[in-house]
């Protein structure tokens, strides 16, 4: 079991939504802020920096979205489906554009292809606990 | 003059939209940030933290997503419109919801007052750079 | 595969230390800050909130110190051994000093014992790279 | 007034070291983290980012620190003269190490001039917390 799994199953409030839903966008949130942060990075590295910038600046903003909404989502203390559903929103639509961005080095990079994934990942998790609010 | 001002007339980019506009909401964000960081602080030391556990909450959530769009927004390498946006939104969004609760609270605690205030500012200069972006 | 071991694998840079130690590290810290965070919230939950401040207080600092070492180690673009020492240090004592705190109410709330355990791993693993750097 | 002082002035907890002095160091902190985001966003579009690389990683390592940092010197529940320490340790040494970095290019980039001074200034208020706990 991973920490998301039992520090929600640990809560005295109980999830605000169905646990396993909001346990898998909580940790692609997480997962995603990641690899973001390190893609960012990996991408100071390359070569050509100047190509990059574009991918690095979108990197860090996804990055704190999805660590924003991540800890947003945690909170099960006066859970308020408004605030969860700003943070959601946003995130789902960071992913997208950074993931557009990073998909469109993935054959020449692998972090690139790496993050990319992560993004549409969580930007689907986000998706899908939007659906469950 | 602020560091936020100095460092958005020393970037070699330019201000993606009218300097000052950015400036006011860059600080607001931060401001914003901070002041919820520590009206979250204050409610726990009240005495009836239970009544207050909505509103620590939310200036928790509200922190985390004022952090992260005062961070896009300063940064205007490659600007991006679009997730300039998403992070706006969702900010003027928290800092309604955030306002709204510790508004409620304003008489009888000083720290939500200015909290309150810090909130409808931030809602108000996100909804500027909204306009103009 | 995890994502930080993926992209530690995929950084151009190589990692500046022992690989599986550094995952291992990294994973350890942003477990870590997710639990304190988590911990913090369901804290708030709690009958006994008076008596849980300090826990809550020592849960939100070991989150923002974990987070931003977590994301210090990640980066391997000209790793400075001396600002990772700084970062690693803080660290461990965070999650000592928080750690403490939790193992007292670890038997009577869960998820201070799951959040006990997040720091004890995270000290020590953040222990091994400092040896290692 | 700045937030910073009306906030620790409406905490009911009292200021656990003398108000101005924390106060001028949380501001520092924050200052300090803004100016490192933006400098590493500013270098991102310089002509030579290579050259940056060194630059851009230390002022997002330093930025993430001084956050933190800022964050647990707001606190006042339960003030931990431990955990301070921890985190202003680490927050003056990161300010020295990314501050002779950024001094190395001053001459010829403004914003790495002004985020040099802000790191000065960061490091020098995190030693006058350090003296006063």
Redo the contacts between chains.
Sequence with gaps: MT??Q???E????GAAVDASTLVEC?EAC??CA??C???A??C???GD??ML??C???C???A??C??T???L?????F?A??AR??L??CA??CR?CGDECEQHAEH???C???AE?CRRCESACNDVLTAV
Excluded at 74 to 78: G, L, N, P, V, Y
Aim: glycine share 4%.
């Design positions: 920490y998301a039992r520090m929600i640990t809560n005295p409030s909580i997480f997962d990641q690899s942060t390190a893609c990075d990996a100071l590295t390359e920096v100047q910038g574009r690095i600046r979108l860090l903003d996804c704190d979205i660590d924003a991540g800890k947003i945690f909170r099960q203390t006066a308020d408004e605030m700003a943070a929103e946003a639509r960071a554009i990079m692998e972090h292809r790496v993050c992560a």
